[in-house]
């Protein structure tokens, strides 16, 4: 443990309000707010909050859309010393109300239009103290403006931290169980910063711009930092509800120059008629993370946008650092060696990567295993959770679920998680490979193929596929026909359905577990057991 005492990680929005306190922090509709402004409301949020007794690692639970108050929430709370408990707010009541009371938040700050989960928060939780309404309180809450009013002219002040103390709880996605809380701390999460900013958006300055199209309580909160640290100002868009030609009109009207998201976003993004009608050539690095973009996709998106993707890839328990493969390791032309199709990657500065067996052992290039890493970004452990802690951390390494292999010149190669890999007819089957090959037929805009018990085969293909709209029409004899020759047979899938939406995570990430469970739900898929 590292008892010497770190930088809060607050002092960087304090940095940049002195450098630029009369420049553009934060842009919301017709509305925007000066770093100056930004640092004051927070200051005067600090004061307010140890007035009420919150102090050094006590934990806020923040469940609100993105807005200012989101926006500077987190400040607030690592200035304290506390710890930042945001939730994804399309969560329901009960899966917020784990969260508080797992995390043993003692404030929740929440957004009057979810009353509901404040009610879930304050029946689950035996630790709440305080419910602090962005909006109109209801009795017995404290209204957040009237706080941050009455300290309007709050001094600076942050707790003193060391670089093992906690500042976010990174919920995972819970994908498998109950979400488990990742500590990330000061000390942490100034190596990521300063990792992100060399990796992902180097040169930042004042003048650039970012935009915000996902909730800030992950990835785009984390992307977030980086742009405060530069003094570049951040949009969040107007709405909840994605609207890729208002998405369009910002990039042109505010010259945004990155921006962090999913490649199902950038997929909607530049298939949408308005990425013709905006001018977005100020942009210089849009970010895909959180699943490989499979090539059919990356190529239209270059195609569209120019040399400006740059992928990494990481879970919140690394912070995003394991991999990055920035603008000049992509292309569109399959034939160019700077394409890396289908790599993510280089490993991060300061960070090491192996592909590890079952036994712990260290295998060769080219040989597909578990993909681990280990170095500075990676988290202090799950909150309250030390068995899982001591089964991501076995061997000194921290065990991403993930299987892939590295080349000789060390870049990684996904080829799923663990969890999606099947196992059919004795042979291991890697779903990522056979959709990368149907994904290129025109007539399919979105496919997941999953593993689902079969008495014979142990477990077979199924694959789901949401069949694009200007596209030909496509059936089950043609997909088939068309992995002829692309694809090993034994690797096919058995079985196709075609939906016409993809079920997608509020990161806009297609799981598969809830595909599974829609299968069966809907009657399309009988289970062996269930076998009439």
Same mark, same amino acid.
């Given at each position: 443990?590292?008892?010497?005492?770190?930088?809060?990680? !607050?002092?960087?929005?304090?940095?940049?309000?002195?450098?630029?306190?009369?420049?553009?922090?934060?842009?919301?509709?017709?509305?925007?707010?000066?770093?100056?402004?930004?640092?004051?409301?927070?200051?005067?949020?600090?004061?307010?909050?140890?007035?009420?007794?919150?102090?050094? !690692?006590?934990?806020?639970?923040?469940?609100? #859309?993105?807005?200012?108050?989101?926006?500077?929430?987190?400040?607030?709370?690592?200035?304290?010393?506390?710890?930042?408990?945001?939730?994804?707010?399309?969560?329901?009541?009960?899966?917020?109300?784990?969260?508080?009371?797992?995390?043993?938040?003692?404030?929740?700050?929440?957004?009057?239009?979810?009353?509901?989960?404040?009610?879930?928060?304050?029946?689950?939780?035996?630790?709440?103290?305080?419910?602090?309404?962005?909006?109109?309180?209801?009795?017995?809450?404290?209204?957040?403006?009237?706080?941050?009013?009455?300290?309007?002219?709050?001094?600076?002040?942050?707790?003193?931290?060391?670089?093992?103390?906690?500042?976010?709880?990174?919920?995972?996605?819970?994908?498998?169980?109950?979400?488990?809380?990742?500590?990330?701390?000061?000390?942490?999460?100034?190596?990521?910063?300063?990792?992100?900013?060399?990796?992902?958006?180097?040169?930042?300055?004042?003048?650039?711009?970012?935009?915000?199209?996902?909730?800030?309580?992950? !990835?785009?909160?984390?992307?977030?930092?980086?742009?405060?640290?530069?003094?570049?100002?951040?949009?969040?868009?107007?709405?909840?509800?994605?609207?890729?030609?208002?998405?369009?009109?910002?990039? =042109?009207?505010?010259?945004?120059?990155?921006?962090?998201?999913?490649?199902?976003?950038?997929?909607? @993004?530049?298939?949408?008629?308005?990425?013709?009608?905006?001018?977005?050539?100020? &942009?210089?690095?849009?970010?895909?993370?959180?699943?490989?973009?499979?090539?059919?996709?990356?190529?239209?998106? @270059?195609?569209?946008?120019?040399?400006?993707?740059?992928?990494?890839?990481?879970?919140?328990?690394?912070?995003?650092?394991?991999?990055? @493969?920035?603008?000049?390791?992509?292309?569109?032309?399959?034939?160019?060696?700077?394409?890396?199709?289908?790599?993510?990657?280089?490993?991060?500065?300061?960070?090491?990567?192996?592909?590890?067996?079952?036994?712990?052992? +260290?295998?060769?290039?080219?040989?597909?295993? =578990?993909?681990?890493?280990?170095?500075?970004?990676?988290?202090?452990?799950?909150?309250?959770?030390?068995?899982?802690?001591?089964?991501?951390?076995?061997?000194?390494?921290?065990?991403?679920?993930?299987?892939?292999?590295?080349?000789?010149?060390?870049?990684?190669?996904?080829?799923?998680?663990?969890?999606?890999?099947?196992?059919? !007819?004795?042979?291991?089957?890697?779903?990522?490979?056979?959709? +990368?090959?149907? &994904?290129?037929?025109?007539?399919?805009?979105?496919?997941?193929?999953?593993?689902?018990?079969?008495?014979?085969?142990?477990?077979?293909?199924?694959?789901?596929?949401?069949? #694009?709209?200007?596209?030909?029409?496509?059936?089950?004899?043609?997909?088939?026909?068309? &992995?002829?020759?692309?694809?090993?047979?034994?690797?096919?899938?058995?079985?196709?359905?075609?939906?016409?939406?993809?079920?997608?995570?509020?990161?806009?990430?297609?799981?598969?577990?809830?595909?599974?469970?829609?299968?069966? +739900?809907?009657?399309?898929?009988?289970?062996? +057991?269930?076998?009439?």
């Amino acid at each position: 443990m590292n008892l010497a005492q770190s930088m809060n990680l !607050g002092r960087l929005l304090t940095h940049t309000a002195q450098l630029y306190p009369n420049h553009r922090a934060l842009i919301q509709g017709d509305t925007s707010w000066t770093w100056a402004q930004l640092n004051q409301r927070v200051n005067a949020m600090v004061t307010s909050l140890r007035k009420l007794g919150i102090k050094k !690692g006590d934990r806020i639970l923040l469940q609100s #859309r993105n807005s200012l108050q989101t926006f500077e929430n987190c400040w607030t709370a690592f200035k304290l010393g506390c710890v930042w408990v945001p939730t994804n707010f399309r969560l329901t009541p009960p899966e917020v109300a784990y969260l508080g009371a797992s995390s043993g938040a003692v404030a929740m700050i929440v957004e009057d239009v979810f009353h509901a989960h404040t009610d879930a928060v304050r029946a689950a939780s035996d630790t709440l103290q305080h419910v602090i309404v962005i909006g109109t309180p209801r009795a017995g809450e404290l209204s957040y403006e009237t706080l941050i009013s009455q300290h309007a002219l709050a001094p600076e002040w942050s707790e003193t931290v060391t670089y093992d103390d906690p500042l976010w709880f990174f919920y995972t996605s819970g994908t498998t169980g109950k979400p488990k809380a990742g500590i990330l701390t000061h000390g942490q999460m100034a190596f990521v910063v300063n990792n992100h900013l060399a990796d992902l958006i180097p040169g930042t300055n004042e003048r650039d711009c970012s935009i915000a199209v996902a909730p800030l309580s992950h !990835g785009a909160g984390i992307h977030a930092l980086l742009n405060v640290a530069r003094g570049a100002a951040t949009i969040l868009m107007p709405s909840e509800k994605f609207d890729p030609a208002m998405f369009w009109e910002c990039v =042109e009207r505010y010259k945004v120059t990155n921006l962090f998201t999913v490649p199902t976003i950038i997929k909607m @993004l530049v298939e949408h008629p308005a990425v013709d009608q905006y001018d977005h050539s100020s &942009l210089r690095y849009v970010i895909y993370a959180g699943a490989p973009m499979y090539r059919a996709d990356q190529k239209r998106a @270059l195609e569209k946008l120019g040399k400006v993707l740059v992928q990494y890839f990481g879970l919140g328990e690394v912070t995003g650092n394991i991999t990055v @493969l920035p603008p000049e390791m992509h292309s569109a032309d399959d034939a160019d060696p700077n394409a890396n199709i289908g790599s993510c990657g280089r490993p991060r500065v300061g960070m090491e990567v192996a592909i590890l067996s079952d036994k712990m052992q +260290e295998l060769a290039r080219g040989e597909i295993g =578990e993909i681990c890493v280990r170095g500075p970004a990676v988290f202090a452990g799950y909150y309250g959770n030390e068995e899982a802690t001591q089964k991501a951390l076995r061997g000194g390494w921290f065990h991403t679920g993930d299987l892939g292999r590295m080349d000789e010149r060390g870049l990684l190669y996904i080829t799923g998680r663990e969890s999606d890999m099947y196992i059919s !007819g004795g042979s291991n089957v890697y779903p990522k490979e056979v959709e +990368e090959v149907l &994904l290129t037929h025109p007539g399919v805009a979105e496919i997941a193929i999953v593993g689902m018990p079969d008495p014979k085969w142990g477990e077979i293909g199924v694959a789901v596929i949401v069949r #694009r709209a200007d596209g030909p029409a496509v059936s089950e004899v043609e997909l088939l026909g068309y &992995l002829e020759d692309r694809c090993a047979k034994y690797r096919w899938p058995r079985q196709f359905f075609f939906w016409d939406v993809m079920p997608k995570s509020g990161y806009g990430k297609i799981v598969k577990k809830d595909i599974k469970s829609l299968l069966v +739900e809907r009657g399309e898929f009988t289970l062996p +057991e269930q076998a009439s």
